[in-house]
């Protein structure tokens, strides 16, 4: 192994979800920074490997990089874990990846585990467009505002949330989003895997009937709607562009404005011309 920072994915649950490139990798490198070094023993325990361990987290980190950055440029072999899943996702991994590549360190990816891809493919949503939000604001009103920021992204939303507060963040959704279809994805890999659909209200309900479930909680919501078109101020464009503009020039300029469909308008245009 090449010295560098080596960017590893771990299970999400199912210890066996690693890859044979990661376990390669946690038995030739260095030293091990990782989130919890409590958590990744018990990883390493399963899979025979002993090494070095470091902490790097939320807390340390400040202090933590300059020490990580000053083994790179010692040529050493730094693998970067989390708890679970891929690292930098919900976590002060970028900070060290950002100093690392400024110092000219070498980066290698290892890509894995992540319970947002897990939860896409498993929630039936689109997944052609899909935004990670991260963890929801715990109040009200910081939480109304980022909803009301990616709202209106056509692209399924996805969430980490603790199972504690679905039951106020699912009603908190449905207020700034409108009723959308849901999915909570629960113990993403691991032996009581659950995946509940439905309507952000339906699953609100739910919840305020059964109480707060247990584990991880990975929850996604449907994009919006597509809004239908305004046929009475597409109209009126079209009236106004007729005034002083041919048929076939005013549909297509309404249809640029509009992000219409040119021979719905030209059609359309047709038969306010005639009806004039």
Same mark, same amino acid.
Request: charged share 25%.
């Given at each position: *192994?090449?010295?560098?920072?080596?960017?590893?994915? @771990?299970?999400? &649950?199912?210890?066996? =979800?690693?890859? #044979?490139?990661?376990?390669?990798?946690?038995?030739?490198?260095?030293?091990?920074?990782?989130?919890?070094?409590?958590?990744?023993?018990?990883?390493?325990?399963? $899979?025979?490997?002993?090494?070095?361990?470091?902490?790097?987290? +939320? $807390?340390?980190?400040? /202090? *933590?990089?300059?020490?990580?950055?000053?083994?790179?440029? /010692?040529?050493?072999?730094?693998?970067?874990?989390?708890?679970?899943?891929?690292? %930098?996702?919900? =976590?002060?991994?970028?900070? %060290?990846?950002?100093?690392?590549?400024?110092?000219?360190?070498?980066?290698?990816?290892?890509?894995?585990?992540?319970?947002? %891809?897990?939860? %896409? @493919?498993?929630?039936?949503?689109?997944?052609?467009?899909?935004?990670?939000?991260?963890?929801?604001?715990?109040?009200? &009103?910081?939480?109304?505002?980022?909803?009301?920021?990616?709202?209106?992204?056509?692209?399924?939303?996805?969430?980490?949330?603790?199972? /504690?507060?679905?039951?106020?963040?699912?009603?908190?959704?449905?207020?700034?989003?409108? +009723?959308?279809?849901?999915?909570?994805?629960?113990?993403? @890999?691991?032996? $009581?895997?659950?995946?509940?659909?439905?309507? #952000?209200?339906?699953?609100?309900? $739910?919840?305020?009937?059964?109480?707060?479930? !247990?584990?991880?909680?990975? #929850?996604?919501?449907?994009?919006? =709607? !597509?809004?239908?078109?305004?046929?009475?101020?597409?109209?009126?464009?079209?009236?106004?562009?007729?005034?002083?503009?041919?048929? !076939?020039?005013?549909?297509? *300029?309404?249809?640029?404005? @509009? +992000?219409?469909?040119?021979?719905? #308008?030209?059609?359309?245009?047709?038969?306010?011309? =005639?009806?004039?």
């Amino acid at each position: *192994m090449a010295a560098g920072l080596y960017i590893l994915a @771990t299970p999400i &649950g199912n210890a066996r =979800d690693i890859s #044979l490139r990661a376990l390669e990798v946690l038995k030739g490198c260095d030293v091990i920074a990782a989130e919890d070094t409590r958590v990744t023993a018990k990883l390493l325990a399963i $899979h025979g490997i002993s090494k070095p361990l470091i902490p790097y987290n +939320d $807390h340390n980190g400040p /202090q *933590m990089r300059p020490k990580i950055l000053s083994r790179l440029e /010692q040529g050493e072999r730094v693998a970067l874990v989390s708890d679970a899943g891929t690292p %930098l996702v919900s =976590d002060p991994g970028y900070k %060290l990846v950002r100093e690392a590549i400024a110092a000219g360190a070498a980066i290698v990816a290892l890509p894995g585990a992540s319970a947002v %891809l897990a939860g %896409l @493919t498993l929630s039936g949503l689109p997944s052609d467009r899909f935004l990670f939000a991260g963890f929801l604001p715990s109040k009200a &009103g910081e939480r109304k505002s980022i909803l009301e920021e990616i709202g209106g992204v056509r692209a399924t939303l996805i969430f980490f949330e603790s199972a /504690q507060r679905l039951e106020d963040s699912l009603p908190a959704l449905a207020d700034v989003l409108g +009723d959308r279809q849901a999915v909570v994805a629960r113990e993403l @890999t691991k032996l $009581h895997e659950e995946i509940r659909r439905g309507s #952000l209200r339906e699953l609100a309900a $739910h919840y305020a009937k059964a109480g707060a479930p !247990k584990g991880e909680v990975t #929850l996604l919501v449907a994009p919006p =709607d !597509k809004a239908a078109p305004d046929s009475a101020r597409i109209d009126a464009a079209l009236k106004a562009a007729l005034a002083f503009m041919p048929v !076939k020039a005013a549909a297509e *300029m309404i249809a640029d404005l @509009t +992000d219409g469909s040119r021979k719905a #308008l030209y059609a359309r245009a047709l038969e306010l011309k =005639d009806g004039d």
